[in-house]
């Protein structure tokens, strides 16, 4: 995932590290911060294989800035991450997000819809956080006052995802 943002933000504009840290930050916050452990070696790997340029540019202080940007094998690599998003990338919501934050990048309207398609159809399988007898166990089935609202948080928030999503695909392939 920390690759497909890093691609993401640079599509927008070239940016240096620590804008490009900032953005991140932002987007995954506490839920998945990125260190400078992480996020340099991801743009070192991305560099060597072709997928980022860096040029030396001004600092705001005495010492100059790498500036970042996507070239055009980095903006095919997004692309087709964006096409094809790993099956963790649809259920995960977090991940799901990181990928929504970019899929405007992707210009083929029919593959956007294509996404979230696999994404709702994740979304009307019956699932539950626990589970009795191998079935779903609904929030007004559980005996636990807090597993109840987990419960039902979850099936709000489903709720306003799918009809989102139905929106959305209504909208793209309209």
């Known amino acids: ?12 504009e070239p940016l240096h590290g620590y804008e490009l840290k900032e953005r991140i930050r932002g987007l995954s916050g506490h839920v998945r911060p990125v260190s400078d452990g992480a996020l340099y070696p991801a743009i070192t790997r991305l560099v060597k294989a072709g997928k980022l340029e860096q040029r030396t540019g001004p600092g705001s202080g005495a010492a100059p800035r790498r500036i970042l940007s996507l070239t055009e094998a980095g903006r095919a690599e997004l692309h087709e991450r964006l096409r094809h998003p ?14 929504l934050a970019f899929l405007g990048r992707l210009p083929d309207r029919a593959e956007q819809a294509a996404v979230l398609r696999r994404r709702q159809a994740f979304l009307n399988t019956p699932a539950s956080f626990f589970y009795r007898d191998g079935e779903p166990v609904r929030a007004e089935e559980s005996p636990d006052l807090f597993r109840r609202g987990m419960l039902r948080i979850a099936r709000a928030t489903g709720t306003e ?7 959305a695909i209504e909208e793209l392939e309209g």
């Open 1 to 12: 995932m920390l690759e497909l943002t890093i691609l993401g933000f640079l599509d927008e």
């Open 86 to 99: 790993k099956d963790v990338d649809i259920t995960d919501g977090q991940r799901f997000f990181t990928v």
């Open 161 to 167: 995802e799918k009809k989102w999503l139905a929106e």
